[in-house]
């Protein structure tokens, strides 16, 4: 009997447990139903107004982004083209303050996250990478020869008397003594204006020299980041009439057909000109020193000046933005080619390159290309330690020096890279009437000199696959 009885309390005890977890069961869905009702209900109706309302700006209208299909697609909520028609933030009652401030916690579980997947982010975009790895080469293999685009925007008068704009300078010639051309892209308009106000503004220099300047940009590969792109160029280019621009997407990879548009350009708009600089906007240059370089030399004979490098292997590891499938180059070593950051030659060499480069195989990699090219009209490429397109190696004879002294940068002619900030204050500083380099006491008791004489070109090279660079900007 007993023992019926501890097994009748053992059955009532395991009964009860069941029943408590039903409960507790039944009791969890009615508070999950009760949420739910309580998200989609109307009540934080004019909560979500105010919110969208707040992320509403005059810059979102004026650039076109994609938040107004986001509030299109939402039912019930105000497309972009009523937004100005929103009714101000103001609170119905005081009694209700404390719920606005609550309800976006509730609602943020549930219809935000839709919301957020599309919503475009606050934060201004960042740089999209050249190309998205991996790189499609055989795609790039299969429409290589496709070499051949359209100018869409064009500086014909650039190298005219009179030149861009219409203004006359009785001293200038039929072409300017140097051309300056600067790789850029769409998005860069702060770094195309710094040069324009900083190293590369166009006028007449030392010996009434007149330089002129070109921004060489294509089509943006990510033209969500910036929707009014082809205006803003086309204001730009009425504004300040230096932008070249040509109809092919502005990839890393495809710098060798801005490479070859802007040699051809040359070849057809600007075949007096005497020598021209190439580099990127991101650097810093001292016209007036390659200018004083420059005094002596022959615009009618070869000449390629820059930061050369030797002995350079292609990239076999996939991961580096160099990498180069031997499918794609096969040999060992690349010819002798200059950093792409900044170099000088003359219009001569640049009309024998604008033929060798269509001769050429294109390459994927810019500075190597037109090294093949270099190789092809058999010039060799002359080194100056002006020249610092890769940083600057660590200087043995002068470890005093600081990175950013602009004494050391007075004697240099590219340096490469700079942000916008760093530009405009060494190009201030280097111009500053007080600036003195002589008054030390120290071991800096006097400037910094290359061992060479300045302006003369240094035919030593150097292989950069062994060497540290200790300045990165």
């Given at each position: 009997?007993?023992?019926?009885?501890?097994?009748?309390?053992?059955?009532?005890?395991?009964?009860?447990?069941?029943?408590?977890?039903?409960?507790?069961?039944?009791?969890?869905?009615?508070?999950?139903?009760?949420?739910?009702?309580?998200?989609?209900?109307?009540?934080?109706?004019?909560?979500?107004?105010?919110?969208?309302?707040?992320?509403?700006?005059?810059?979102?209208?004026?650039?076109?982004?994609?938040?107004?299909?986001?509030?299109?697609?939402?039912?019930?909520?105000?497309?972009?083209?009523?937004?100005?028609?929103?009714?101000?933030?103001?609170?119905?009652?005081?009694?209700?303050?404390?719920?606005?401030?609550?309800?976006?916690?509730?609602?943020?579980?549930?219809?935000?996250?839709?919301?957020?997947?599309?919503?475009?982010?606050?934060?201004?975009?960042?740089?999209?990478?050249?190309?998205?790895?991996?790189?499609?080469?055989?795609?790039?293999?299969?429409?290589?020869?496709?070499?051949?685009?359209?100018?869409?925007?064009?500086?014909?008068?650039?190298?005219?008397?009179?030149?861009?704009?219409?203004?006359?300078?009785?001293?200038?010639?039929?072409?300017?003594?140097?051309?300056?051309?600067?790789?850029?892209?769409?998005?860069?308009?702060?770094?195309?204006?710094?040069?324009?106000?900083?190293?590369?503004?166009?006028?007449?220099?030392?010996?009434?020299?007149?330089?002129?300047?070109?921004?060489?940009?294509?089509?943006?590969?990510?033209?969500?980041?910036?929707?009014?792109?082809?205006?803003?160029?086309?204001?730009?280019?009425?504004?300040?009439?230096?932008?070249l621009l040509w109809d092919f997407e502005d990839t890393f990879f495809n710098l060798t057909l801005k490479e070859t548009h802007f040699l051809t350009w040359v070849n057809n708009s600007c075949?007096?000109?005497?020598?021209?600089?190439?580099?990127?906007?991101?650097?810093?240059?001292?016209?007036?020193?390659?200018?004083?370089?420059?005094?002596?030399?022959?615009?009618?004979?070869?000449?390629?000046v820059g930061d050369i490098i030797i002995h350079a292997k292609p990239i076999r590891r996939r991961s580096s933005k160099y990498y180069v499938p031997e499918f794609v180059y096969g040999g060992?070593?690349?010819?002798?080619?200059?950093?792409?950051?900044?170099?000088?030659?003359?219009?001569?060499?640049?009309?024998?390159?604008?033929?060798?480069?269509?001769?050429?195989?294109?390459?994927?990699?810019?500075?190597?290309?037109?090294?093949?090219?270099?190789?092809?009209?058999?010039?060799?490429?002359?080194?100056?330690?002006?020249?610092?397109?890769?940083?600057?190696?660590?200087?043995?004879?002068?470890?005093?020096?600081?990175?950013?002294?602009?004494?050391?940068?007075?004697?240099?002619?590219?340096?490469?890279?700079?942000?916008?900030?760093?530009?405009?204050?060494?190009?201030?500083?280097?111009?500053?009437?007080?600036?003195?380099?002589?008054?030390?006491?120290?071991?800096?008791?006097?400037?910094?000199?290359?061992?060479?004489?300045?302006?003369?070109?240094?035919?030593?090279?150097?292989?950069?696959?062994?060497?540290?660079?200790?300045?990165?900007?």
């Amino acid at each position: 009997m007993l023992r019926k009885m501890v097994t009748l309390r053992r059955i009532l005890h395991a009964k009860g447990d069941v029943m408590c977890t039903l409960v507790l069961l039944l009791l969890f869905c009615l508070l999950l139903y009760a949420r739910q009702v309580v998200v989609s209900s109307g009540w934080d109706r004019p909560v979500w107004k105010l919110e969208v309302h707040s992320s509403t700006s005059s810059s979102r209208t004026l650039l076109e982004t994609n938040r107004a299909k986001v509030g299109q697609e939402s039912p019930g909520y105000p497309s972009s083209s009523s937004e100005p028609h929103l009714p101000p933030c103001k609170p119905k009652s005081n009694s209700k303050a404390p719920q606005s401030k609550s309800k976006p916690q509730v609602k943020s579980k549930g219809k935000s996250k839709s919301r957020r997947k599309n919503a475009v982010p606050t934060k201004t975009p960042g740089r999209a990478l050249p190309t998205m790895p991996p790189f499609d080469f055989e795609g790039y293999l299969r429409q290589k020869d496709n070499r051949n685009f359209k100018l869409l925007i064009d500086q014909p008068e650039k190298c005219h008397i009179g030149g861009a704009g219409g203004r006359i300078d009785k001293d200038s010639t039929s072409a300017p003594y140097m051309l300056i051309a600067v790789k850029s892209i769409a998005a860069d308009f702060d770094k195309r204006q710094v040069v324009r106000r900083t190293w590369g503004k166009e006028g007449r220099f030392q010996n009434g020299v007149f330089i002129r300047t070109v921004f060489l940009l294509g089509v943006p590969r990510n033209q969500t980041a910036l929707p009014l792109w082809d205006r803003l160029l086309t204001y730009e280019s009425e504004t300040f009439r230096d932008i070249l621009l040509w109809d092919f997407e502005d990839t890393f990879f495809n710098l060798t057909l801005k490479e070859t548009h802007f040699l051809t350009w040359v070849n057809n708009s600007c075949p007096d000109v005497k020598f021209i600089f190439k580099g990127d906007a991101d650097v810093y240059v001292n016209i007036e020193n390659i200018l004083e370089m420059l005094q002596g030399q022959k615009p009618d004979e070869d000449l390629f000046v820059g930061d050369i490098i030797i002995h350079a292997k292609p990239i076999r590891r996939r991961s580096s933005k160099y990498y180069v499938p031997e499918f794609v180059y096969g040999g060992g070593l690349y010819p002798n080619y200059a950093g792409g950051g900044g170099f000088v030659m003359s219009g001569h060499t640049a009309r024998r390159l604008s033929s060798a480069c269509q001769q050429v195989e294109l390459f994927p990699i810019d500075d190597v290309f037109l090294g093949m090219c270099l190789q092809r009209i058999d010039v060799k490429p002359s080194r100056h330690q002006g020249f610092r397109t890769f940083g600057i190696p660590r200087p043995s004879a002068a470890p005093h020096l600081q990175t950013f002294d602009p004494c050391f940068y007075r004697e240099l002619m590219v340096v490469h890279s700079l942000s916008v900030p760093q530009i405009w204050l060494m190009w201030n500083l280097l111009h500053d009437p007080k600036l003195s380099c002589h008054n030390r006491t120290s071991a800096t008791s006097r400037p910094f000199k290359w061992r060479g004489k300045m302006g003369q070109i240094t035919e030593e090279e150097t292989n950069y696959g062994e060497k540290q660079v200790f300045v990165t900007h």
